[in-house]
Each structure stands twice: as C-alpha cells, then as structure tokens.
C-alpha cells in the first residue's frame, strides 16, 4: 500500500499545551481548533486535550458546523464562534448547544436582537465584542465600545458582561505597530470589568503585555512557530505533525540530464535521483523550489524538478545508499515546517491546513 501518512503525535499537543498554559500564566488558554485544526484532525485534537492533566477550558473554531461536530464528538468545554454568525437562523443552535460567540458588525446585533423578540424562555450567550484596532478586517472601531456594550447588554438572551477582544496584525514582525494595536486595545477597554483577549501565537512570543484573560494560541499549539526567524522548539515546543512517504524508486541519472514535468532541472553531475510516493494531490506545495529539503536517512536533501500530484524527485547524490521503502520526512520533528515554508513562499500554518484526505492520518499517544 502506498505508505503517504501524516502521523499526529498527540502527546507532543499535550505537552506544547502544558507548555503554553505554563508561558501564559495565570492567563487561560483558548485551543484554537478551526480548519479541522489546522490540518491535524479537529476531533482528536480537542478530544486529547480535553484528556489532559488540566484540562483545556475553552476551544475556538471557525463556524458553527465545526462547533456542533465537537459537540456531538463529547467535546464538553465552552466553544466560541471566532467569526461569530453568519446568519439570524444559526442563533438557535448557539444557544441550543451553549456556543459562545464574537459579535463584530451590526447585521450581527440586529440578528440578535431580533431573535431575542421570539423567545420567552432562554439560556444566556456569551458574547465576545471584536474590536478593530487597526488591522482593518473583522470589528468595530474602539470609539464605539461603549455604546456597543450598553446596546448588546439590553438584549434579553446575552449574559452579561460582555467579554472584549481584538487581533494583532503582525504580531510576528512588527513590535512597534504591535504594541500601537496593544495600547489602543487597553485604552478603549480599561475599564470593564469583563474578560479580554487579544493575544494570537506571535503576540504570545512577543507581546508579553497582551495576554489578558485569555491567549488564543493555534500555530503554537501545534508545534510550529509563526515567526521567520525562530523555531517552535526554541520555545521548547515540539512539532506535532509529521508528513512522512517512503522512496519508491530510485535511479542513476546522468550529467546534464533534466528530471521531471517542464524540465526545470538539469543534473549537474552523475548522481542518483529518489522517487518519493508524495505529490501535490497529497497536499505538498507544487511551487516548492528546486534545492527545498526533505528528510531521507539521517540527512537533507534537495527536491528537484517540478513536484507532480502523485509523486516529487530528490538528489539523493552519487554515494546513496538509499533504497525502495526507505522513510522520506517532509516535515516533522526532523525537519520544521519553518524551515521548509520559505522555499515555496509560504508558511507553515498553510502547509499543515492543505495536507489532503488522501494521506492517511495516525495518531499516536504515547
Ligand atoms: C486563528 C486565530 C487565532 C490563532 O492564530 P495563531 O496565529 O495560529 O495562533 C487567534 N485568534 C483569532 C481571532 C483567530 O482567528
């Protein structure tokens, strides 16, 4: 059987979720879990962390089906909705199951002060007011939180308070504008006494003043880190993830000859090329350069030619060794998606996102 497989190491996510609450304390940690947890497997990842020695005390998805199906898995945490609604009828099922949920336009206020005219009896929902503070995507401009809080607070079926939060924009790279988003954030939110969040994994690393009540870590979870110029395990974190195949072809090849579709590399002298039995229909980036490397026996070595959707190339070089069923690391605890993102122009949060269901998933717990 083709052996492509993404095995999940599921006490690595413990351990890297002991190490946040450690880093973080006495702030909570909210489990990001959306994009079926960044390509991990939404279900087992939160169905392990609520096995942890401390148990996690908040999961935040995307929407309202990736909510319900932890739910209906026995996920028993509190769950927020980080996008909040996208329509008045998914008010319902939030209050059915007891989702928490961002609010960040005034559609969304209008929704639910029109459902809260339908209903007698009810179980207060928790809301999360966004604010925008400078990133210019999802929220309300700071000035208005006043009058956001006293207007959402009259409506019937939300609990009260409100709880308060905003997002960094580049966390990772820019401190100064950082610590801007950081100070407009505290001013506009000083005074309530309520929760607040602001931080994501680069504003955890980086903005020490920002953790709040609650940090909101998702890459960092995972094992992988959102800044260029570190790694995950500098923060002794460990990679959850692994993308691993086997060589299922291994041949001589001559100087001067080229090795794949388009003939974007040419031998620049006699060697031996592996064929590894993963492509991009596995998720593995088809822009990624000649010369990105991948894990073969103990050492590095470089893709060529074009990756094609069932299969890519590797120097293995004049002396291998390497045979058929070797294991073949794309990345992993070898070998960081930081250190492979660069050479396709990217990052690791959409490497982990875009592995495919045809690879085989494995989870290990150990
Ligand atoms: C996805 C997301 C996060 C997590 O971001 P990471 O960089 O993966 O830690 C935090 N907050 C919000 C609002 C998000 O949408």
Redesign the pocket.
Known sequence: MRSTKAIIDLSALKNNFQKLKAMTAPSKVMA?V?ANA?GHGFVEVAKALQNTQQGVEKF?V?TIGEAIALRKAGIKAPILL?EGFFDGDELKAIQEYQFETVIHSIQQIEWLEHYAQKKSLFEPIQIWLKLDTRMFRLGFPPAQVGALVERIQAIKVVKTPVNLMS?FSSADSDREFSSEQLSIFENATQFYKTERSMA???GIITQKNAHYDWV?????LYGAS?MANKAAQDFGLTPVMSLESQIMAVKPIKKGESVGYGRNWFAEDDTYIGLVAIGYGDGYPRHAKNGTPIWINGREVPLVGRVSMDMLAVDLGSDSKDKIGDRVVLWGKELPMGKVAPYMDTIP?TLCCGVTSRVQFEYVND
């Open positions: 990001i959306k960044y935040a995307a980080l997002h994501n994994s680069a909101r870590p998702g890459l960092l959102p949060y």
